[in-house]
Every structure is written in structure tokens, then in C-alpha cells.
């Protein structure tokens, strides 16, 4: 059964830095998104993607955060300039236009010190 | 500020009973309920999607949803130790944007 892959599954960085994380969605999803999850709390909607650019975002979704689906596999979240507050669990997922469900990935663990 | 609201917990129950979960919610368009299942240190499962109101059973698991009431359930009936993880109810709450709970923690006790 097919999956949704990210990598790497764990990134630590300095604070300022830019990282970015990778995602290789289901092949025949169209709909493509980024939740977090900081130790301890609720996973939380950063950002949905549809037909190439972006469909929503939340209010954390700040002009550090960006999305890209550079070719017809990955989709990737580019932080320019971490924060502190930006370690947590990062999860990617995908889903159909049928039924809205959503299928997560294993998740990025970033670091920022 | 969309709400979503699980009871408190952990839920602690004896392997074979039924566990059962509540979760509420704010945004009355709500269309689209979906119970994940988190394993510590894992990513959500989505074990059980649910979109118009009554029960909705798939094997182990039964949602049950009432918009009137704005309130999803979950059981799991003949619970197992396996099944022992933080359940999260998630709205959708439009555009596809999932909108998820604190969750519950079920502890089955062998």
C-alpha cells in the first residue's frame, strides 16, 4: 500500500537558519498539506496546497514559512529563518477530492537551538 | 476561535471492554468528522471518517456523529492492548483544513 514519505526525520538547526523539508506525497493525491505538532500539544494546520499554489494557510503560516512542489513528486516547507519556537513535529500529508481524508506521513522532528 | 473539545483523560479500560470517546465542536459547517489514531512519538492513522449524522461502524470501531448537537464519538468495542494510544477528533473546518482536538488517551489494561 502506498505511503507518504518525509524526509529527513530528523533535523536539528541553529537558530536563523533555513531549513527545508521534503515530502513525497501519494501519487494519485492532489491535495497536499503541512500540520505541526510542538511537544505535548495538538497538531495544528499550517498550510494546504492544490494545483500549484497555495489554498490556505493559518495565521502561523508567516512569510518565514514557504511551499513548493518543485516537480511532480516531492512537496517541500522551507523555513527561512527558524525560531526557537519552531521545534516540533512537522507531518505532511495528502489526500483525494472524494471523501477529504487525509493520509499523514511519519513526520520531520526539527531541532532549533 | 473553531473549537475542539475531547474529555479529559487518560482513559484507563480492561482489555476486552469498550472504550468510548467524546469530542465536540464549534463550527456548525462542519461537513466532514474524522477520528485519528496517535501512537506516542507517531504520526496520525486515520482509523474512521464519518459524514452525516448516526453511527458509522467499521470492524472494532463506531463513530457516531449528531451536527445538531455538534458532537462525533468513537468506540472501540473488545479493546486491546494494542489499541492503546491518544485518539484525535478532527472537524473538517473547511477548504480541507483539519481542525484537531487535544485527543484522548486510552490505556487498555491486559
Known amino acids: 500500500e502506498p505511503e507518504v514519505t518525509q524526509t529527513p526525520s530528523h533535523q536539528v538547526t541553529q537558530m536563523g537558519q533555513e531549513v527545508i523539508l521534503r515530502c513525497v506525497p501519494i501519487?494519485?493525491?492532489?491535495?497536499f498539506y503541512w500540520y505541526r505538532q510542538i511537544l505535548g500539544q495538538k497538531v495544528e494546520f499550517l498550510v494546504s496546497?492544490?494545483?500549484?499554489?497555495?489554498?490556505?494557510k493559518s495565521e502561523i503560516f508567516d512569510d518565514q514559512f514557504s511551499v513548493e512542489r518543485p516537480d511532480g513528486s516531492n512537496f517541500t516547507l522551507k523555513i527561512r529563518s527558524t525560531k526557537l519556537e519552531d521545534s516540533a513535529m512537522y507531518f505532511c500529508?495528502?489526500?483525494?477530492?472524494?471523501?477529504?481524508?487525509?493520509?499523514f506521513g511519519p513526520g520531520t522532528r526539527l531541532t532549533v537551538l | 476561535q473553531k473549537e475542539v473539545e475531547q474529555n479529559s483523560g487518560p482513559l484507563s479500560v480492561p482489555e476486552g471492554a469498550i472504550a468510548s470517546l467524546n469530542c465536540t465542536y464549534s463550527?456548525?459547517?462542519?461537513?466532514?468528522f474524522f477520528w485519528y489514531r496517535q501512537y506516542s512519538g507517531k504520526s496520525p492513522e486515520l482509523i474512521m471518517s464519518?459524514?452525516?449524522?448516526g453511527d458509522k461502524e467499521d470492524g472494532r470501531f463506531t463513530a457516531q456523529l449528531n451536527k445538531a448537537s455538534q458532537y462525533v464519538s468513537l468506540l472501540i468495542r473488545d479493546s486491546q492492548p494494542s489499541d492503546s494510544a491518544t485518539y484525535l477528533c478532527?472537524?473538517?473546518?473547511?477548504?480541507?483544513?483539519?481542525?484537531f482536538g487535544k485527543g484522548n488517551q486510552v490505556v487498555v489494561i491486559p
Open positions: 500529508a495528502g489526500g483525494d477530492m472524494q471523501n477529504n481524508e487525509q493520509f
Open positions: 501519487s494519485n493525491h492532489l491535495y
Open positions: 496546497f492544490y494545483n500549484n499554489e497555495i489554498s490556505e
Open positions: 463550527d456548525r459547517g462542519s461537513q466532514s
Open positions: 464519518i459524514y452525516s449524522n
Open positions: 478532527a472537524p473538517d473546518y473547511g477548504n480541507n483544513r483539519l481542525a
